[in-house]
T-cell receptor
């Protein structure tokens, strides 16, 4: 399977704990995106990497959130001191760096529940 | 928050019927995309539209990029049970690399 892989698929954590999610994009894709999706809503942009450089961050990405893509391949998204409002599906997507190609491929997501 | 308004929010139709859903925006987008999402999965790209006025088909699906660049519609012909899911429109403008998604249309098909 050469799709976008996310791990874990589900995470339940207590409020105040830190969590980290991993995303492995399609190997030849150098663009990687993180989105968040709450129940009944469409995905909302969080951040974007081109290779290892984080080029855009949404205002949704508070100081408690940090994303990395150290070698331009896989990426991690960490949430520190989780709050109940962080409960959501976290989606990773990737795309090749061809101009005008915004039809990226999404992973199956990590569903976070903060209790 | 969301800038794209999708309608209807949900539809319950009989198998074999045609379906139409649309998406409007208060601002211009240069690319429109339509995705389908099944429960517990990520969205899957159905159709991408890159030019105002463009009409594109993918099997039983047809989508159009409105000439004002502020709207798009998706039609599904002869619906089947596996069409069940949530359909999202998404738009891209030249301000960055993000997509803006609509709130989704939930489609239910009765066999």
């Amino acid at each position: 399977d050469t799709g976008v892989s996310q791990d874990p698929r589900h995470k339940i954590t207590k409020r105040g704990q830190n969590v980290t999610f991993r995303c492995d994009p399609i190997s030849e894709h150098n663009r990687l995106y993180w989105y968040r999706q709450t129940l009944g809503q469409g995905p909302e942009f969080l951040t974007y990497f081109q290779n290892e450089a984080q080029l855009e961050k949404s205002r949704l990405l508070s100081d408690r959130f940090s994303a990395e893509r150290p070698k331009g391949s896989f990426s991690t998204l960490e949430i520190q001191r989780t709050e109940q409002g962080d409960s959501a599906m976290y989606l990773c997507a990737s795309s090749p760096a061809r101009f005008g190609n915004y039809g990226y491929t999404f992973g199956s997501g990590t569903r976070l529940t903060v209790v | 928050g969301q800038q794209l308004n999708q309608s209807p929010q949900s539809m319950f139709i009989q198998e074999g019927e045609d379906v139409s859903m649309n998406c409007t925006s208060s601002s211009i987008f240069n690319t429109w995309l339509w995705y389908k999402q099944d429960p517990g999965e990520g969205p899957v790209l159905l159709i991408a539209l890159y030019k105002a006025g463009e009409l594109t088909s993918n099997g039983r699906l047809t989508a159009q990029f409105g000439i004002t660049r502020k709207d798009s519609f998706l039609n599904i012909s002869a619906s089947i049970p596996s069409d069940v899911g949530i359909y999202f429109c998404a738009g891209h403008n030249n301000a960055g690399n993000m997509l803006t998604f609509g709130g989704g249309t939930r489609l239910m098909v009765k066999p």
